[in-house]
């Protein structure tokens, strides 16, 4: 028997079972999970290292290349790219995709371990591992305008607003993109410090311990 005899011979059947396709499809529907980024881990992990003042030649000796060294060697490692700017080292490692990207995360610290003593002993900030997720992406953007210079206004979103945003319940974390910093440019002659044999790192180190805060000693006060 088809299914257009057995609708005509019972159609009361076939209106129930209508009825509970449609309620089921209903209730399914409100429950279903809908993301715009499913969760997935993407076997790649980013290692970042900051040196301040350095020039790339510098970062790849000082900073990366011992890095790769250690960071070479962990299992299920698929591929390595180094990028090295001023001031900055990017080392991205691409895994298979069997191997767990927390388990791996830990290798790299692990790794990251060993290679500090080769590290310079003036680096202020240890390599950062970071993981790529999908679900820390940015759920709201904000756009400030203003008639203040680039400058202030900087300033304002990083010491003012930013501070206020971090403080509402169920905030990850705030980025501030574009705008300018105020800064100073220090321009240094490459051919002198090339002839009296000082590495750009040594200048940097000196103008940072030059602006120090040091205590010089106590204040008794009376009653």
């Known amino acids: ?7 005509i011979k019972r ?14 499809g209903m209730i399914s529907f409100k429950n279903i999970g809908l993301e715009l980024y499913p969760e997935i881990d993407f076997p790649a992990i980013a290692v970042i290292t900051t040196y301040g003042g350095a020039s790339p030649e510098e970062i790849d000796q000082l900073i990366s290349k011992p890095l790769e060294d250690q960071l070479g060697s962990i299992p299920g490692l698929k591929h390595i790219s180094t990028t090295n700017s001023e001031s900055l080292s990017i080392i991205v490692l691409e895994f298979n995709m069997s191997v767990e990207v927390d388990t791996a995360a830990q290798d790299v610290r692990d790794k990251i371990g060993f290679a500090i003593n ?16 999908p679900g820390a992406t940015a ?3 904000l ?48 051919e002198k410090l090339n002839s009296y044999m000082i590495p750009m790192t ?22």
């Open 143 to 190: 756009a400030l305008i203003s008639d203040l210079p680039s400058g202030e206004m900087y300033d304002l979103a990083n010491e003012t607003l930013k501070p206020m945003i971090e403080r509402i319940n169920d905030v990850g974390s705030v980025q501030i993109t574009g705008g300018a910093r105020r800064e100073i440019h220090v321009n240094i002659d490459q």
């Open 139 to 141: 759920v709201i953007r």
């Open 11 to 24: 159609p009361i059947f076939i209106t129930c079972i209508v009825t509970l396709i449609l309620i089921l």
């Open 118 to 133: 080769k590290l310079p002993d003036d680096l202020e900030d240890t390599p950062v591992v970071y993981k790529f997720d």
């Open 202 to 223: 040594a200048v940097v180190s000196k103008m940072k311990s030059s602006g120090a805060n040091v205590p010089i000693g106590t204040e008794d006060r009376g009653p």
């Open 1 to 7: 028997m088809n299914i257009a005899k057995l609708a």
